[in-house]
């Protein structure tokens, strides 16, 4: 009896024994598994860093996720992965971020062979497709034998997979095989900036065009510089770089070049393109977020001239600059493609800030932050003083139309409409 319940209390022992292990083993499971979750996010490796999105100027927020697995083509490369694809492919991990890897055969039949060129950059050709979906995409292939190109690719599909904005080409997919490699893009149905505005066969940009594009790009450097985390030095800010939807709204495209800048500040080999590069950027070889400001503000001034940076702009800016006061005298420079249509303290506002862009003093220079603050004002007020002669021209015309109508009932309920018409008048002044 007493070597019976001997046996029952050690059975019991260890039955409360392998149940204490079993529930720590899931317990210490469980929490494994919700830390590695964000880690893939929070990595501190610059390689594995994510680009969490801060509220301004940001319309889209890439969210994480290495919960689900893929295995059909297109598949996702998950953000944040290493840089090295091989292994992003053997992962076959899917995230939210919508990046997908496409075929070789699907982009071959979706560029019918590659025969649909668009357009050829300085690292391959860019071919316009129609995917199995209906939807357009740019296809931007590689030149095989370019080293740089290699880099690039590796760049972008890396750094662009975790950039969303409204004002940036956003990547969509990209293509590793048969020795290729391509990067697809959003469709920009109306093409390059740079087209618009020396493609005589085009019709001139407006005015107050030039001036929301203008807006447009600085919003989208301004989320790369301080929306983004590591902020991303862009590099190459030129027209040709710029690319415009079918509303003629911009977006900034090619970050092939900013990659390196978070790797190595100082890169031995002057990029970027003659004409809009930094003169401190060449002195130094230090590449910094005012370096794509001093694009940005020669980006402004071809807005404004209509003239090609590698056409003698810097020196027709110099010049003009000698005459202004500081406020105005701007007018000399205007792009005569506008035909006198432009608002002439809009051109002296954009121009000035532009001439602070191009500032041969790095810290004279205003941020991005406050380029977009000034464009905004800019277009703001052009907002309101049209509201404002609508809403006093519209008033006019309703006084004239009551009146008449007036004059033909009795004069004195004529009287008390008028009178109530012009109280309105003087609220919309206001
Ligand atoms: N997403 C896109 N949608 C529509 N057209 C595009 C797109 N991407 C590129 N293109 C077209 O292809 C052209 C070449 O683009 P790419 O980025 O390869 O070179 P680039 O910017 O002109 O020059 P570089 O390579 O020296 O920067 C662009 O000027 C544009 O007309």
């Known amino acids: 009896m007493e070597k019976e319940s001997h046996g029952l209390i050690i059975g019991i022992s260890i039955g409360v024994v392998i149940g204490v292990l079993l529930a720590i083993t899931a317990f210490v499971c469980f929490r494994r598994y919700h830390r590695r979750r964000p880690q893939i996010g929070n990595s501190s490796s610059r390689r594995a860093a994510t680009v969490p999105i801060r509220a301004n100027g940001v319309d889209t927020c890439t969210v994480l996720s290495d919960s689900s697995i893929g295995t059909e083509s297109p598949k996702s490369i998950q ?16 995230s939210a971020s919508g990046i997908l890897e496409y075929s070789y055969k699907d982009l071959q039949r979706a560029t019918y062979n590659f025969t649909t060129l668009i357009g050829q950059g300085a690292y391959g050709s860019v071919y316009k497709a129609q995917m199995s979906t209906g939807e357009m995409v740019a296809v931007k292939v590689l030149a095989t034998d370019s080293k740089q190109g290699e880099k690039e690719f590796q760049t972008e599909v890396s750094l662009l ?14 293509c590793a095989e048969k020795g290729q490699h391509m990067l697809i893009y959003v469709y920009m149905s109306r093409g390059s900036l740079a087209s618009h505005l020396y493609d005589e066969k085009l019709e001139p940009l407006r005015w107050d065009l030039r001036v929301q594009i203008a807006l447009d790009v600085a919003r989208g450097l301004e989320y790369l510089h301080d929306g983004a985390v590591p902020s991303v030095v862009h590099r190459d800010i030129k027209s040709s770089n710029i690319l415009l939807d079918q509303s003629m709204r911009a977006r900034v495209a090619d970050f092939g070049l900013s990659r390196e800048e978070m ?39 071809e ?23 500081g406020k105005g005298g701007w007018e000399e420079i205007a792009d005569s493609r506008l035909d006198g249509k432009y608002d002439l303290q ?58 008449e109508q007036l004059d033909h009932r009795s004069p004195t309920s004529g009287h ?15």
């Open 161 to 174: 997979g975790r950039l969303h904005h409204r004002n940036l080409v956003n990547l969509v997919g990209y």
């Open 346 to 403: 809009e051109l002296n506002e954009v121009s000035a800030l532009a001439y602070k862009c191009v500032n041969r003093a790095p810290k004279k220079r205003p941020s991005m932050r406050d380029s977009v603050q000034v464009l905004s004002r800019i277009i703001k007020s052009r907002h309101e003083r049209k509201r404002h002669t609508h809403s006093s021209s519209a008033t006019t015309e309703e006084v004239t139309i009551n009146v």
């Open 79 to 94: 953000n944040g992965m290493s840089l090295w694809l091989g292994s992003v492919r053997k992962s076959n991990v899917v």
């Open 263 to 301: 790797v190595s500040k100082h890169a031995s080999n002057i990029r970027g393109t003659f004409g809009y590069l930094d003169p401190e950027y060449i002195s130094t070889r230090s590449f910094t977020k005012k370096s794509d400001v001093y694009s940005f503000g020669v980006l402004l001034f």
């Open 416 to 430: 008390q409409r008028v009178e109530s018409i012009d109280s309105t008048a003087d609220s919309c002044e206001v």
């Open 303 to 325: 807005l404004i001239a209509g003239k090609n940076p590698l056409q003698g702009l810097s020196e027709y800016i110099e010049l003009a600059a000698m005459t202004t006061d």
